[in-house]
T-cell receptor
Framework: DAGVIQSPRHEVTEMGQEVTLRCKPISGHNSLFWYRQTMMRGLELLIYFNNNVPIDDSGMPEDRFSAKMPNASFSTLKIQPSEPRDSAVYFC??????????????FGDGTRLSIL | DAKTTQPNSMESNEEEPVHLPCNHSTISGTDYIHWYRQLPSQGPEYVIHGLTSNVNNRMASLAIAEDRKSSTLILHRATLRDAAVYYCILRGANSKLTFGKGITLSVRP
């Protein structure tokens, strides 16, 4: 079975450029999550969607970050303009929607982003 | 969200059992105990979760104390591929998955 698919795997770009990260969740999952991992801050939740609707974006660092989920099989995380402090590994995860806290999340392999 | 406490690191020998402890003294009655692991250069991977009873799956076993204030992830026979950071996370209704620092497991050949 295909897992969560993220692209690109690596991205190197210059400060000020627009960066778009892509995610395809597991088919049938209706919750999608974007995380960021750095050495300093560990793994942080940025935003999550239920049934393509953003539910909690309190983790999005600032207005330069935006996320969309136009349909059940695709989501993007965009940074515009990018800054060196945005350098991190960005993970996408998906799960079945639930309310009790017992659904496992399945993670992609991440996008390693470097902003020069 | 209730917090968990894990040792920073642990070492084990290949082919021996590993017991990874987690303390969660402020756990609420509806919090599930989740374990994830992250191998080097990979995304986190779900391992197991439970509420009150001990749980077994193909990857590991989860032993939950009777008062639920602690739990132990058991790898029955460690392999080199089990070297990873293991996260113990409490998750209640409509709550997020909040990752702490986890415990770094090293496996000696």
């Amino acid at each position: 079975d295909a897992g969560v698919i993220q692209s690109p795997r690596h991205e190197v770009t210059e400060m000020g450029q627009e960066v778009t990260l892509r995610c395809k969740p597991i088919s049938g999952h209706n919750s999608l999550f974007w995380y960021r991992q750095t050495m300093m801050r560990g793994l942080e939740l940025l935003i999550y969607f239920n049934n393509n609707v953003p539910i909690d974006d309190s983790g999005m660092p600032e207005d330069r970050f935006s996320a969309k989920m136009p349909n059940a099989s695709f989501s993007t995380l965009k940074i515009q303009p990018s800054e060196p402090r945005d350098s991190a590994v960005y993970f996408c995860a998906s799960s079945f929607a639930e309310s009790r806290g017992n659904q496992p999340q399945h993670f992609g392999d991440g996008t390693r982003l470097s902003i020069l | 969200d209730a917090k968990t406490t894990q040792p920073n690191s642990m070492e084990s020998n290949e082919e021996e059992p590993v017991h990874l402890p987690c303390n969660h003294s402020t756990i609420s009655g509806t919090d599930y105990i989740h374990w994830y692991r992250q191998l080097p250069s990979q995304g986190p991977e779900y391992v197991i979760h439970g509420l009150t009873s001990n749980v077994n799956n193909r990857m590991a076993s989860l032993a939950i104390a009777e008062d639920r204030k602690s739990s132990t992830l058991i790898l029955h026979r460690a392999t080199l591929r089990d070297a990873a950071v293991y996260y113990c996370i409490l998750r209640g209704a409509n709550s997020k998955l909040t990752f702490g620092k986890g415990i770094t497991l090293s496996v000696r050949p």
